[in-house]
């Protein structure tokens, strides 16, 4: 589901209510929120995933998020699961993985405005490194190319005239990158 239609979902699905039925119907559910990134940029090619949100749609879920849910952390969601406490109803605890400096200038500045917590997970081989992310280094080049380029298969190639087709280049170039051991990969990028 693309990114635009994702939005467009989740809007009819709050103007009319059901979000708020369907938060009642399992209240003891314990609810975990992954994040990757808050990110002012909202590329289209960049994130066709949505794995980043902006701000502006950041700050609307922790808006909600207080208003409808108890907010928690995952150490008391782990406690919880060995029996050492109970959780409130409509618990909910938040992650990022990746550890994307937004998640430190952006995303934590806005948590704590909201008093929620939440656990950040890091990628400890870019830590005190400028180096980026493999597939985000795919997606920045293919999104900044002009022209044609080289499928993986090593025989085609692909005319980059919108986004759907950069878009096709990127997943065929992460899902080939993604087989490869590490070095061999980075050595591709």
């Known amino acids: 589901?693309?990114?635009?239609?994702?939005?467009a979902v989740l809007r009819s699905?709050?103007?009319?209510?059901?979000?708020?039925?369907?938060r009642w119907v399992r209240p003891s559910r314990?609810?975990?929120l992954a994040y990757?990134?808050?990110?002012?940029?909202?590329?289209?090619?960049?994130?066709?995933?949505?794995?980043?949100?902006t701000p502006a749609v950041f700050e609307e879920h922790l808006r909600i998020i207080c208003r409808d849910y108890s907010?928690?952390?995952?150490?008391?969601?782990?406690?919880?699961?060995?029996?050492?406490?109970?959780?409130?109803?409509?618990?909910?605890?938040?992650?990022?993985?990746?550890g994307y400096?937004?998640?430190h200038r952006v995303a934590?500045?806005?948590?704590?405005?909201?008093?929620?917590?939440?656990?950040?997970?890091?990628?400890?081989?870019?830590?005190?490194?400028?180096r980026e992310m493999w597939w985000y280094r795919v997606?920045?080049?293919?999104?900044?190319?002009?022209?044609?380029?080289?499928?993986p298969d090593g025989g085609n190639t692909i005319i980059l005239s919108g986004i759907r087709e950069r878009i096709t280049a990127i997943r065929a170039w992460e899902d080939s990158l993604r087989r490869m051991p590490f070095t061999a990969r980075e050595r591709r990028v």
């Open 36 to 53: 990757h990134g808050v990110d002012e940029r909202d590329d289209p090619v960049i994130n066709f995933d949505g794995l980043q949100v």
């Open 101 to 103: 400096l937004n998640n």
């Open 108 to 130: 934590a500045p806005l948590l704590e405005r909201y008093g929620i917590p939440a656990t950040f997970f890091l990628t400890t081989g870019f830590i005190n490194s400028s």
């Open 71 to 98: 907010p928690v952390s995952l150490r008391q969601v782990t406690a919880a699961l060995y029996g050492e406490m109970n959780l409130p109803s409509r618990a909910v605890a938040l992650t990022f993985d990746d």
């Open 1 to 7: 589901m693309t990114h635009t239609l994702r939005r």
């Open 13 to 22: 699905v709050r103007s009319c209510g059901l979000d708020r039925l369907l």
């Open 139 to 151: 997606r920045r080049a293919v999104a900044g190319a002009s022209g044609e380029i080289p499928l």
């Open 30 to 32: 314990i609810r975990i």
